[in-house]
């Protein structure tokens, strides 16, 4: 798994960090709100860990509020020394998936995040209806719809389409959107992404409409209501 670590201690991140790259994980880490928003919103991963309590005045529930806000639909565990019911009440209600209290085992760590990555992966697989703010995608009936308008897409764009409302909030490299949905590498130079981009954002995003399409320079795509 990917997992983003955003936590201002030090001992506790070199803690987890260890633990989890020994366990054969990729973890990323950051130290304060403002960077662990900035990873959070630009990177992709399978889990996120954020403490409550964070310097810079950017708390760890605040970032989650707003990535929910931003159709980020990660799984997200909140750790945090702040254990009482009313605490992981509020937690949960933010927009985290799992509450667990410092000091903690690293094994129960552990576990708690491969249940949310499973959990997630199972939501995925049974989800027949993708919404991002107005847009819905009917993956059973193969329509598409903005609002009242229905958006009619080749099968390539309807591919391209499901796989960033599945990553709805996140920004999507080139290389991950060849993989999953051209299923094999093309040259990195090729323009297929750009001309199918191009294409798909001119059917989601009319002149009195909200740009819902992002592209990110040097790094990608992103599909949400902040773009």
Known sequence: MKILLVEDNERVTQFVRKGLREAGHTIDTAGNGRDGLFLASSEHYDVMIFDRMLPDG???????????????????????????????????????????????????????????????????????????????????????????RPIQLQPREFKLLEYLMRHAGQVVTRTMLLENVWDYHFDPQTNVIDVHISKLRQKLDTENEQALLQTIRGVGYRLGPDA
Do not use: C, W
């Open 58 to 148: 950017l708390d760890g529930l605040t970032i989650i509020e707003m990535l929910r806000k931003n159709g980020n639909r990660i799984p997200i565990l909140i750790l945090s020394a702040l254990g009482d019911v009313d605490d992981k009440i509020q937690g949960l209600r933010a927009g985290g998936d799992d509450y667990l209290t410092k000091p903690f085992a690293f094994g129960e760590l552990e576990a708690r995040l491969d249940a949310l990555a499973r959990r997630a992966q199972g939501a995925t697989d049974r989800q027949t209806v993708l919404t991002v703010a107005d847009l819905k995608m009917d993956l059973l009936a193969h329509k598409v719809r903005r609002a009242e």
